[in-house]
């Protein structure tokens, strides 16, 4: 069977979803990552507030265990009332006193919302009830700690669909069957997690991938909660959310076969990484960027990273800056790691690059043959650029590296505001944006 499963072609999106699927490749890809090649331990910390798609076989407690065998820490809460809701009164987890008071209790970095199991696929009740009690709950996780993440539980569809009533006069379509619940399903938690900008465990469609590929059941007799082999599965694609860390090759199988939880890890792990974007994963980590360039042992820094307030430098010799796209001089030669850490409020990134810096205090062009030189400003306050007859930008920057003034460059001159005594640094960049020289100016 595990043979069968890497052959097969991963399509596990709804039909309407092709430009989704991915090639076999991807998931082999997955396939060659050693289970037992983690990064250091990771401590979490999750409340689950859902019903008996929770409970049943303790998802919480399965996740948990797959986080010791790997070395990992999952200390976590629940509140799992049988048919309960999110929105729906008076069994709802957005006014339960209980699920408010537990989100209450931690520091959560993850509070779990899943929903009744026919909800979602029910338009009136997705609009009326879903979508305000998700709202309300991810206001009141916010309140408490702004930088814990909503993670919604994507659950999977009824075994062959059909009509599914939550109440009387309150029902879904007609589904064929698992596949086209199942779009329903995807379709109501992504739209929900989209408009809070929050994470999703894709559990359902991790089940799509495994029913359609193996045949295998997942779903208990009736036909609706799961068996033992579909929680372990939804305990899987949790653990690769909440720790970011592949399943694949944890030795706790559950009391499943070894085979069994193979294939299972497998399919969490590749629904869950092969499309981590779409699932909103990382969508609140910055991404850390930047650009080195040196010139006669100044480093000059184009800062390309996202989703940052705040920025820490280090130029690898002692010293540091927490300017934006700061200008740093030194003082000796010798392989510098310069190191940048982008924040926003809640989370950090950061990335590393060596630079080498050679020949300290020789004025040498970067990217031009002829010696650029800048000489003035003039009473005017233009500034010409000696052997630059071209268009480009002058950047200037103070001894600090900030930088105080941005000048556009026509036929090698620039007008410039008054330049004070001291010394200040520059750059001169070419119409395509590629450096052409930079150097020092002393008044």
Same mark, same amino acid.
């Given at each position: 069977?595990?043979?069968?499963?890497?052959?097969?072609?991963?399509?596990y999106?709804?039909?309407?979803?092709?430009?989704?699927?991915?090639p076999?490749?991807l998931f082999l890809?997955?396939?060659?990552?050693?289970g037992?090649?983690?990064?250091?331990p990771?401590?979490?910390?999750?409340l689950f507030?859902?019903?008996?798609?929770?409970?049943v076989?303790?998802l919480?407690g399965l996740v948990a265990?797959?986080?010791?065998?790997?070395?990992?820490s999952?200390f976590f809460?629940?509140?799992?009332p049988?048919?309960?809701t999110?929105g729906?009164?008076?069994?709802a987890?957005?006014?339960?006193p209980?699920?408010?008071a537990k989100?209450?209790?931690?520091?959560w970095?993850?509070v779990?919302?899943?929903?009744?199991?026919?909800?979602?696929?029910?338009?009136?009740?997705?609009d009326?009830?879903?979508i305000?009690g998700?709202?309300?709950l991810?206001?009141?996780?916010?309140s408490?700690n702004?930088?814990?993440?909503?993670l919604?539980y994507?659950?999977?569809g009824r075994?062959?669909?059909?009509i599914?009533?939550?109440?009387?006069?309150?029902c879904?379509p007609?589904?064929?069957?698992?596949n086209q619940?199942q779009?329903?399903l995807?379709?109501a938690?992504?739209?929900?997690a989209?408009s809070l900008s929050?994470w999703?465990?894709p559990?359902?469609v991790?089940w799509?991938?495994?029913?359609g590929t193996t045949g295998?059941v =997942?779903h208990?007799?009736?036909? @609706?909660h799961?068996?033992l082999k #579909?929680?372990?599965?939804?305990?899987?694609? +949790?653990y690769? *959310?909440?720790?970011?860390?592949h399943?694949?090759?944890?030795?706790?199988?559950?009391g499943?076969s070894?085979?069994t939880a193979?294939?299972?890890q497998?399919?969490a792990d590749?629904?869950?990484?092969?499309?981590?974007?779409?699932?909103?994963?990382n969508?609140?980590?910055?991404?850390?960027?930047f650009?080195?360039?040196l010139?006669?042992?100044?480093?000059?820094?184009?800062? =390309?990273s996202t989703?940052a307030? @705040?920025?820490?430098?280090d130029f #690898?010799?002692?010293?540091?800056s927490t300017? +934006?796209e700061? *200008?740093h001089?030194?003082?000796?030669?010798?392989?510098?790691?310069?190191?940048?850490r982008?924040c926003?409020?809640?989370?950090?990134?950061?990335?590393?690059?060596?630079v080498?810096?050679?020949?300290v205090?020789?004025?040498?062009?970067?990217?031009e043959?002829a010696?650029?030189?800048?000489?003035?400003p003039?009473?005017?306050?233009?500034i010409?650029?000696?052997?630059?007859?071209?268009?480009g930008?002058?950047f200037l920057?103070?001894?600090?590296?900030e930088?105080?003034?941005?000048?556009p460059v026509?036929?090698?001159?620039?007008?410039?505001?008054?330049?004070e005594h001291?010394?200040?640094?520059?750059?001169l960049?070419?119409?395509?944006?590629?450096?052409?020289a930079?150097?020092?100016?002393?008044?």
């Open positions: 069977m595990v043979e069968k499963f890497r052959k097969i072609r991963l399509r999106f709804s039909r309407k979803d092709r430009k989704l699927s991915t076999a490749v890809l997955l396939l060659l990552i050693p037992s090649f983690y990064p250091q990771i401590n979490r910390k999750a507030l859902g019903n008996s798609y929770t409970y076989n303790n919480p265990a797959l986080a010791h065998f790997a070395g990992d999952l809460g629940s509140n799992t049988g048919g309960y999110l729906w009164q008076p069994i987890h957005a006014t339960d209980v699920s408010l989100i209450h209790e931690q520091s970095d993850f779990v919302l899943q929903e009744q199991s026919q909800i979602p696929a029910i338009p009136i009740l997705r009326s009830c879903m305000p998700s709202q309300s991810f206001d009141s996780v916010k408490v702004p930088c814990s993440r909503v919604f994507l659950t999977w075994r062959y669909g059909g599914q009533c939550f109440v009387p006069n309150y879904s007609n589904f064929t069957d698992f619940m779009d329903s995807t379709m938690y992504k739209m929900v989209d929050s999703i465990a559990v359902g991790a799509r991938l495994v029913i295998m =997942l208990d007799a009736d036909d @609706s799961p068996n #579909g929680s372990y599965l939804a305990a899987c694609v +949790f690769a *959310v909440i720790f970011g860390k399943s694949h090759g944890i030795a706790y199988t559950a499943l070894p085979d193979n294939i299972l497998q399919a590749s629904i869950t990484f092969g499309y981590a974007a779409h699932w909103n994963l969508n609140d980590i910055p991404g850390a960027a650009i080195p360039t010139s006669s042992g100044t480093l000059y820094t184009q800062n =390309l989703g307030g @705040s920025w820490f430098w #690898g010799d002692g010293q540091t300017l +934006f700061p *200008v001089v030194y003082s000796a030669s010798g392989s510098f790691p310069v190191r940048l982008a926003n409020s809640c989370f950090c990134d950061s990335v590393t690059h060596p080498v810096v050679t020949g205090g020789i004025q040498t062009p970067v990217n043959p010696d650029i030189t800048p000489v003035g003039d009473e005017s306050g233009i010409t650029l000696l052997n630059f007859p071209g268009d930008t002058l920057y103070s001894a600090k590296g930088c105080t003034g941005i000048y026509h036929s090698g001159k620039t007008l410039v505001p008054l330049i001291g010394m200040w640094l520059w750059k960049s070419t119409r395509d944006s590629k450096i052409a930079a150097g020092k100016i002393v008044r």
